[in-house]
């Protein structure tokens, strides 16, 4: 039998946003429909940028923008080398030598040949592909920079450094308008969002819920305290673990921390190995790229915690909440604008608080359905996929006839 593929239509969104909002997007996209997008990043796996792209560049080429979607390839020594500005551009030191710029450089060079990127329009994410814009002098239209990550104090020598290759960019992207610089380049923001429809957020019953799992030899026997996200020293797993362990002395509960290690992160497998010395029957460290099982913790999870230190957004806040699920998340970068402290979920900024955010929420499974149907609430009005879509598109519709001009 010939199997049938398909991807989700913008009109099955309809059930959740209703008809008019799928209208005016459509409507929006006709102006674009003779244009031809290419995103590029670094990795086509682990991380909220990737998953996000998945959905993202499939919804637009639903809505008749012929959209593609590109990933650099690196060595060892690049990535190695990108994931320390990352730490940088979020606060820490780095030491900017000339042999990181030319590895850096030149790697991104390497792309540009195997990449031809004669788009209308290019929008590239994050630092890893920065310097591409180097070497496409005779672009055929406007290329923006989409920036995921917390730039709030960023390493000011790599700031500068990077700054011209950002301001070539024909706009920057920002999550928060709080990250803002003083650029040539024009600088906006907008959130990013879920899809509702993809493996890690589909709804599932209760016996694919407990096949994964069981598959995974994770007891249900106690409430499960879960958080999700890559092995990343920003998401402060340790302090999750402290915090944990405070709060089991009154209550008695099971922490799960899941996580994966992403392409283009190479600290991600050390730091899961440091975790591995806290693990014993209350505390399990798993390292698994399985989207349902991703899915079916946040499901079964009596709380789900994202005690990020810095967070340019919180993707995986986002999926939780669109689970229903109470969530204890960081005082920090975009979790705050997702999260209302006491209505929708709970705010934190240290081990203590949220240790007893989560006594308090595991002695009261009424305050934990209402919070999450709050939380379910907040991401079908601002969190979507399609309202990330419509965005892009009012972005590109605003400058469309100067750019048209310009190039």
Avoid at 31 to 46: C, E, F, V
Avoid at 256 to 283: F, M, Q
Wanted: a negative charge.
């Amino acid at each position: 039998m010939q199997r049938q593929f398909r991807t989700t239509p913008i009109e099955k969104y309809a059930e959740h946003m209703g008809t008019e909002a799928i209208d005016r997007i459509k409507k929006k996209a006709e102006k674009l429909r003779d244009l031809h997008i290419a995103h590029i990043n670094s990795t086509y796996y682990g991380g909220g940028v990737a998953e996000l792209l998945s959905s993202l560049t499939l919804l637009m080429n639903d809505v008749g923008i012929k959209t593609g979607w590109r990933v650099i390839q690196g060595s060892p020594d690049f990535f190695s080398i990108t994931k320390k500005f990352h730490n940088a551009l979020q606060g820490h030191c780095v030491n900017l030598t000339e042999r990181k710029k030319y590895l850096y450089e030149n790697i991104n060079f390497e792309n540009s040949i195997r990449n031809h990127l004669d788009h209308d329009l290019v929008i590239a994410h994050d630092p890893q592909v920065l310097p591409l814009i180097n070497h496409y002098p005779n672009r055929n239209g406007p290329w923006i920079w989409r920036c995921h990550v917390d730039i709030t104090e960023p390493d000011p020598a790599l700031w500068d450094y990077l700054t011209q290759f950002i301001e070539k960019y024909d706009a920057v992207i920002y999550t928060l308008e709080e990250y803002k610089k003083n650029l040539s380049t024009p600088e906006i923001y907008f959130f990013p969002a879920i899809d509702p429809y993809c493996s890690k957020n589909w709804n599932l019953p209760d016996d694919v819920i407990n096949e994964r799992l069981e598959h995974y030899n994770i007891p249900t026997d106690l409430p499960l305290v879960v958080q999700v996200s890559r092995f990343d020293k920003w998401k402060d797993p340790e302090g999750v673990i402290r915090a944990f362990n405070i709060a089991r002395k009154e209550v008695d509960c099971r922490l799960v921390l899941l996580g994966n290690v992403a392409l283009d992160d190479p600290e991600g497998s050390e730091i899961y190995k440091s975790l591995l010395d806290y693990a014993n029957d209350r505390i399990l460290i798993i390292s698994q790229q399985d989207t349902a099982l991703v899915n079916a913790l946040q499901r079964k999870a009596a709380v789900v915690m994202q005690k990020s230190i810095r967070e340019g957004f919180g993707l995986t806040v986002t999926e939780a909440m669109w689970k229903g699920a109470a969530v204890i998340g960081g005082n920090t970068g975009g979790i705050k604008y997702q999260i209302k402290n006491g209505e929708n979920g709970f705010l934190v900024s240290s081990e203590e608080e949220a240790a007893e955010r989560l006594v308090e929420l595991l002695n009261c499974p009424d305050l934990r359905k209402t919070m999450g149907e709050k939380a379910r609430e907040t991401v079908k009005q601002r969190f979507l996929m399609p309202h990330l879509l419509e965005r892009y598109l009012d972005l590109i519709n605003s400058f469309e006839t100067t750019f048209r001009l310009k190039y």
